[in-house]
């Protein structure tokens, strides 16, 4: 079953709801109909009786056991229907977060609330093999991918030392050089992203110092800020952090390589690392243009990017994959603008010690 079989299993889930609404109508009219003959019953009542001082305690009694009666009714009736569908909707959710493996069970007797439950089951069950196979896909291409790129580089780079070339020659090398270092800093995001999405990624935890990985992060980066002549204000608390050490040096090289790209040459990038209210918390914050509110609801999703000024120099995939690293550190992020311009990134993760 493909994408058109799970839209006409969607279109079939849609003719359950109805037939089940149907039902329901059916009940609520049968109920308005016991009540209707109830008022007549004891409508024919009261005129037969004689006694006055019976009839107040009587018209009371008949009351109150009409609306016990209908509060009992509907309340089994709204609970008989709504309590699969609520077990549904939490399913749904869950689908809705890429977890796939959600399914549901019943013994319901209701045969729409049946057939419901197991298109459902079989629909999670199809888009979870979609998702592998896509995700094999992508892992294995961008796998396959990286030996010819780094044999393309690696020949460039012979062929940019040889002697004899012209400056046009040279700049093709370089050119070469140059779109073929952005390819395979491509092909390495999508692979981690993939392998993180997959969650086939080493969880090796440890304990070590965060504000050393970070001065480790300005230090292995120094080039690309010392080309626009940015300076790094780094304020950093001694913090020693337990989790896994591999992934979150990822996080400081994305957010310091944006902080760089977006500040205006020569300008200041500030850093500050503490711990406050039991949590660590880190900020980045430069003075480029900000990011306006419409982009900051995006620019933690996959290939967006807000600024098409700056499209050449990356492929907005750094922010997916900070979110993706925090989320598997229990960690959080979140982005806002500075007054007077700029912005920052704020990171919060948990005081995990070992
Ligand atoms: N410090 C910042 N100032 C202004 N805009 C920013 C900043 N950081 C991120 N953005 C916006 O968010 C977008 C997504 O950022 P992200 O790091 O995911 O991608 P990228 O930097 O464009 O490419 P990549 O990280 O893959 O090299 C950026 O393209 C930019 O529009
Ligand atoms: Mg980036």
Redesign the pocket.
């Known amino acids: 079953m493909r994408s058109r079989e799970i839209f006409e299993e969607i279109r079939n889930q849609k003719d359950q709801i109805f037939g089940l609404r149907m039902r329901l109508s059916l009940l609520v009219a049968a109920e308005l109909v016991i009540c209707i003959l109830l008022s007549i019953g004891a409508n024919s009542l009261f005129t037969r009786m004689s006694s006055t001082a019976l009839r107040v305690p009587l018209i009371v009694g008949i009351i109150a056991f009409g609306v016990i009666f209908c509060f009992i009714v509907t309340s089994l009736i709204s609970k008989w229907f709504s309590d699969p569908i609520k077990k549904m909707g939490k399913a749904m959710e869950k689908i809705a977060d890429g977890d796939f493996s959600a399914r549901l069970t019943t013994k319901s007797k209701i045969k729409e609330i049946r057939e419901i439950y197991s298109g459902f089951n079989m629909m999670a069950h199809e888009l979870g093999s979609i998702e592998i196979i896509q995700s094999d896909f992508v892992s294995n291409v961008s796998h396959e991918f990286k030996t010819p790129i780094n044999a393309v580089e690696g020949y460039a780079m012979l062929l940019q030392d040889c002697d004899g070339l012209e400056e046009d020659q040279k700049k093709y090398v370089d050119g070469i050089i140059v779109s073929t270092q952005r390819l395979s800093t491509l092909i390495g ?1 999508i692979l981690l992203l993939s392998k993180i999405e997959n969650r086939s990624i080493p969880t090796d935890q440890s304990e070590f110092s965060l504000d050393e990985q970070i001065r480790q992060s300005i230090v292995g980066m120094e080039s690309v800020w010392e080309e626009k002549n940015i300076e790094i204000d780094a304020d950093l608390e001694s913090v020693k952090y337990y989790g896994n050490e591999n992934l979150m040096i990822h996080i400081w090289d ?1 957010l310091l ?3 760089v ?2 500040s205006p040459y020569g300008d200041v990038v500030t850093m500050r690392l503490k711990k406050a209210n039991g949590k660590i918390v880190f900020t980045i914050e ?1 003075n ?4 306006s509110e419409e ?1 900051q609801k995006h ?1 933690f999703e996959k290939f ?4 098409s000024s ?1 499209k050449q ?8 994959l900070v979110k993706k690293i925090l989320a598997l550190e229990d960690g959080e992020i979140k982005a806002e603008n500075i007054d007077g311009g700029g ?1 920052r990134f704020t990171v919060i993760l948990k005081n995990k010690t070992a």
Do not use: P, R, T, V
């Open positions: 995001s994305n390589s944006n902080a790209k977006f430069d480029g243009e900000g990011i982009a620019i967006y990017q807000a600024d700056h120099e990356g492929n907005g995939l750094g922010l997916a912005c």
